[in-house]
């Protein structure tokens, strides 16, 4: 069965740092624009950021750019992103998925079923 698994989610103060994972199971990530979104309570689901097959290429939404940094390592088959100078409105379950077509954070469309995500709430 071909899912991803995301994990590292937590609670952390604002201004704080997480390093969330996701990996692949059943198939070869490195085959593949893998994509970060996330929900917050009562939001529409939205992207956060992307990353090309070979890792050659990022994008990212505005909220988060420059605070967030998604990288991947195809040995390991995982994808991550490094969340840095979390706010509150960064709080939401994150998920990551297998994009098709473009890495365009408005536009991504994704490959396969949600999996069950990961929790970061921010707060103090």
């Known amino acids: 069965q071909l899912k991803l698994v995301e994990s590292g989610g937590g609670l952390v103060q604002p201004g704080g740092s997480l390093r969330l994972s996701c990996a692949a199971s059943?198939?070869?990530?490195?085959?593949?624009?893998i994509g970060w979104f996330r929900q917050a309570p009562g939001k529409e689901r939205e992207g956060v950021s992307c990353?090309?097959?070979?890792?050659?290429?990022?994008n990212y939404a505005d909220s988060v750019k420059g605070r967030f940094t998604i990288s991947r390592d195809n040995a390991k088959n995982t994808v991550s992103l490094q969340m840095n100078s979390l706010k509150p409105e960064d709080t939401a379950v994150y998920y990551c998925?297998?994009?098709?077509?473009?890495?365009?954070?408005?536009?991504?469309?994704?490959?396969?079923?949600w999996g069950q995500g990961t929790q970061v709430t921010v707060s103090s």
């Open positions: 998925a297998r994009i098709m077509g473009s890495c365009t954070i408005a536009t991504m469309r994704i490959v396969g079923s």
């Open positions: 059943g198939f070869t990530l490195d085959d593949y624009r």
């Open positions: 990353i090309t097959s070979s890792g050659g290429s990022t």
